[in-house]
């Protein structure tokens, strides 16, 4: 619930709160849930009003093969965050975390091999992740939510949700690390499409047709749409593992989305305890 409905809910009760909403053509669901939407005295609202939940959306700044761009994380688990939150209806949505470990800078491996990529090292990101949920802590969150969308990182979120949990025992809040989340976009989705017939050998493991598909849903500006349809079957050396994007859909994409939204919202309400 945001904080400017929960304040109708106090005043009117929550059955004329929920009507007049219906009335409002939906106007209440615009109400921003991204942190750098907000002033500081909206957010102390929020917190008041018992937003206290927050979610810190983890991207990577990477080679998507030659049909998605290098931000496509970023762009991804934006708007995934934002459907969690507004899902969840009391969470809002930290900044994205674009610098990620994608590589060695010396030598070049891994997605440091293709230029555009930026990686920095495990510890450095760790100790960012720390910093950030602890400053959301300073604030009133009590549940800090990190969302991460890419699948080389995810030892080091559940290091550090390990480490805070430790550090903040007692004090009432808590870092959550939902693997809800990467399976869903993971495994789950390539289940989602094994039903509608696509093969592993289309499906992929990155750039092919479940990255591609999702971002058509998501983010459908970064999709090299016109060169990806007159495309050949790209492969390893153009940053397309494992897959072929060229029958990726939005339709297919928005299956992945809403299955990704909703475990990964039932996730963190079973963590919280239900709510």
Known sequence: MSFAFASLARWAGQGL??????????????TPVQLEDLTWTEVRGALAAGETTVL??????????????LGKHNARVRA???????????????????????GGIHPLTGHMRFPGT??????????????A????????FRTVVLLGDHGGYQDSLHRVARRLNQAWAGS?????????YYEAS????????????????????????????????????????????????????DGVYGGD???????????????IVARTAQAIRQERGGH
């Open 17 to 30: 709160a929920c009507a007049l909403l219906a009335l409002a053509g939906g106007a209440w669901a615009a």
């Open 56 to 69: 810190i959306p983890i991207g990577g700044t990477e080679q998507s093969g030659p049909y998605l761009t």
């Open 80 to 102: 995934l965050a934002e459907r969690i939150a507004r899902a969840l209806g009391d969470a809002l949505v930290a900044p994205v975390v674009a610098y990620v470990p994608e």
């Open 118 to 131: 930026i990686s920095v090292p495990a510890q450095v990101f760790e100790k960012t992740l720390e910093a």
């Open 133 to 140: 949920a602890e400053s959301l802590r300073a604030h009133g």
């Open 172 to 180: 009432g809040a808590r870092l959550l690390a939902p693997r809800a």
């Open 186 to 237: 993971s495994t789950g989705f390539d289940a989602l499409l094994r039903e509608r017939g696509h093969a592993a050998s289309e499906i992929g493991t990155h750039a092919a047709l479940a990255d591609t598909s999702l971002q058509l849903a998501l983010a459908p500006r970064d999709v090299r749409r016109e060169a990806l349809a007159h495309a050949g079957a790209p492969g390893p050396g």
């Open 245 to 259: 994007p060229r029958r990726a859909s939005a339709e297919l994409g928005q299956l992945g989305a809403d299955a």
